[in-house]
């Protein structure tokens, strides 16, 4: 999918700049072998992350849907999108 908005690729991006920190966080923690309730925490904070990115993400593929319909009818369109967004769950 094409990011059309520099402002959504740019949030989309600075997002996964930030998590990839947290990943890189989390493998130092488990390395210094410290709490797992610490790491399991932060682990949370990453699912978290994730998930609002997806969120960004899905926000910007539905509104391409329904800004440029993809060809044939608005149901077909529809599903597609109820499909993709089914796999945020």
Avoid: F, W
Wanted: glycine content about 4%; overall charge negative.
């Amino acid at each position: 999918m094409e990011l059309r908005s520099p402002e959504v690729k740019a949030d989309l991006i600075a997002r996964l700049h930030r998590i990839e920190g947290q990943v890189r966080g989390v493998e130092k923690m488990v390395q210094d072998e410290r709490e797992c309730g610490a790491i399991l925490q932060q682990m949370a904070a990453i699912r978290s992350a994730v998930h609002n990115a997806s969120l960004v993400l899905a926000r910007a593929y539905a509104e391409r849907c329904m800004l440029e319909p993809a060809e044939g009818d608005v149901d077909t369109m529809l599903d597609q999108l109820m499909s993709t967004l089914k796999k945020l769950e």
